[in-house]
């Protein structure tokens, strides 16, 4: 257990629709990352939050947002969904978010019908 | 693009020392490698980093050669939960984000 929880673990949703996936750093990080994997991209890097403040985005598509809220747990906020959406996606959390170790989150499974 | 190369797979018996290889030939001299590994679809679980020097700790250990250029980690008594994909990654130091670049990873199958 690396100390980092995530839910929903299961998302079943139409296209079209919007969810919304929940994360929950490890006590005392302040930085947290979202990761998707998919089965023809493989694990990606989309954004990351430090302490409420956006640090770096990867290829996360416009459809998709994110935040860091003061309690230091993050949502990841997805839109008008696609088929090509489904895939796991991951929340990592680590103390700064510069030099340090990335702790994963067990992922939420999302699955767009 | 992931700056480090893996073979796609490898096995090893079980009790057996695992040995996987990564290329990494463009990594720079504040780049640190990382070994993390994915069993099944869960989420991927640190393994271990390095510098410049060999590290160990109670998963394995990691080999990293003196020009930086490829590196070992080695599961000295593999058993049949290690079966999984292990990603090798180059990771900067220093800089603004350390956000992980993952490859493809090599699928190591631990058999009995």
């Known amino acids: 257990d690396s100390g980092v929880t995530q839910t929903p673990k299961h998302l079943i949703t139409a296209t079209g629709q919007r969810v919304t996936l929940r994360c929950s750093p490890r006590?005392?990080?302040?930085?947290v990352y979202w990761y998707q994997q998919s089965l023809d991209q493989g694990l990606q890097f989309l954004i990351q939050?430090?302490?409420?403040?956006?640090?770096a985005k990867g290829n996360i598509l416009e459809r998709f947002s994110a935040q860091q809220f003061p309690d230091l747990h993050s949502e990841l906020n997805l839109s008008s969904l696609e088929l090509g959406d489904s895939a796991l996606y991951f929340c990592?959390?680590?103390?700064?978010?510069?030099?340090?170790?990335?702790?994963f989150g067990p992922g939420t499974r999302l699955t767009v019908l | 693009d992931a700056k480090t190369t893996q073979p796609p797979s490898m096995d090893c018996a079980e009790g057996r020392a695992a040995n996987l290889p990564c290329n990494h030939s463009?990594?720079?001299?504040?780049?640190?490698v990382y070994w993390y590994r994915q069993i099944h679809s869960q989420g991927p679980q640190y393994i271990i980093h390095?510098?410049?020097n060999n590290e160990t700790n109670e998963m394995a250990s990691l080999i990293i050669t003196e020009d930086r250029k490829s590196s070992t980690l080695i599961l000295p008594h593999a058993t049949l939960r290690d079966t999984a994909v292990y990603y090798c990654?180059?990771?900067?130091?220093?800089?603004?984000?350390?956000?992980?670049?993952f490859g493809t990873g090599t699928l190591l199958a631990v058999q009995p």
């Open positions: 463009t990594i720079s001299g504040n780049e640190y």
């Open positions: 990654i180059v990771s900067g130091y220093g800089g603004a984000t350390n956000k992980l670049i």
């Open positions: 006590s005392g990080d302040l930085s």
């Open positions: 939050y430090y302490n409420g403040e956006e640090r």
């Open positions: 390095g510098l410049k």
């Open positions: 990592a959390s680590s103390v700064e978010g510069s030099t340090d170790t990335q702790y």
